[in-house]
Nanobody
Framework: QVQLVESGGGLVQAGGSLRLSCAAS????????MGWYRQTPGKQRELVAG???????GYAASVKGRFTISRDDAKNTVALQMDSLKPEDTAVYYC?????????????WGQGTQVTVSS
């Protein structure tokens, strides 16, 4: 089992910055994928950024160059630094961890944190 707790959401003006943090507990390891998804009403949850062991990262095209994902395996945390925020970044952001097992890959989710960017 993995528990994920996010923090750091809020209201910011366009062009501003926010930093989201996610604390993981339970059977999380440095080899597990961790990432951030976001969701707006009526739309599917979308992957924003992900990071694997060794620091390999990936970003959605819409946030590349503005968002930076990082992880601290010693503290079991993953962070998302969001700069140059736009109103279209407004969404509920979810921390995600993927654990592989013999039976497949299982997704764990945090409770979500609201990010609102005003124009």
């Amino acid at each position: 089992q993995v528990q994920l707790v996010e923090s750091g959401g809020g209201l910011v003006q366009a062009g501003g910055s926010l930093r989201l943090s996610c604390a993981a507990s339970g059977s999380i390891s440095s080899g597990d994928f961790m990432g951030w998804y976001r969701q707006t009403p009526g739309k599917q949850r979308e992957l924003v950024a992900g990071i694997r062991s060794g620091g390999n990262t990936g970003y959605a095209a819409s946030v590349k160059g503005r968002f930076t994902i990082s992880r601290d395996d010693a503290k079991n945390t993953v962070a998302l630094q969001m700069d140059s925020l736009k109103p279209e970044d407004t969404a509920v952001y979810y921390c995600n961890a993927k654990k592989a097992s013999m039976s497949g890959v299982y997704d764990y989710w945090g409770q979500g944190t609201q990010v609102t960017v005003s124009s």
